[in-house]
């Protein structure tokens, strides 16, 4: 259980830094490398870079939601046909945690599989 927030406090912060000046990939990216650096199950890389990107964008949209008092997420939901501008940044949250979980799996994945040719190299 402490690794879990250790890893989930770790990809936070890291997201949460990279957030702040760089593309929306981004914080894919970040997870992808630091599921590379960190043993995790598959299932856990996913999950902790999913949480971790939904706080993240949620966070954030929600403040910029409340900081023009919904103007332009009102807006921009009625665009999209999303009804409300809460719903937007739900939709936003999500995006960002899928996109982040995504980096985590694949970062797992690629880990596995670099471990698993190394040990096939070994042995020959």
Known sequence: MYRFFYLL????????????????WAHGLAALILALLFPVWKRSGFWLA?????MVWGIY???????SE???TDRLAVTF???NG???VL??????????????WFGTSLRKTLKRSHLADAKK
Not at 12 to 24: E, K, N, R
Not at 61 to 67: E, G, P, R
């Open 9 to 24: 406090t770790v990809i936070l912060i890291t997201i949460l830094c990279l957030y702040i000046g760089l593309a929306w």
């Open 86 to 88: 809460w719903g937007l």
């Open 70 to 72: 919904g103007r332009l």
């Open 81 to 83: 046909g999303v009804g």
């Open 91 to 104: 939709i936003t949250a999500l995006w960002g945690g899928i996109t982040a979980g995504l980096g985590g």
């Open 61 to 67: 949209t929600s403040f910029l939601h409340l900081d």
């Open 50 to 54: 999913f949480i971790a990107g939904v």
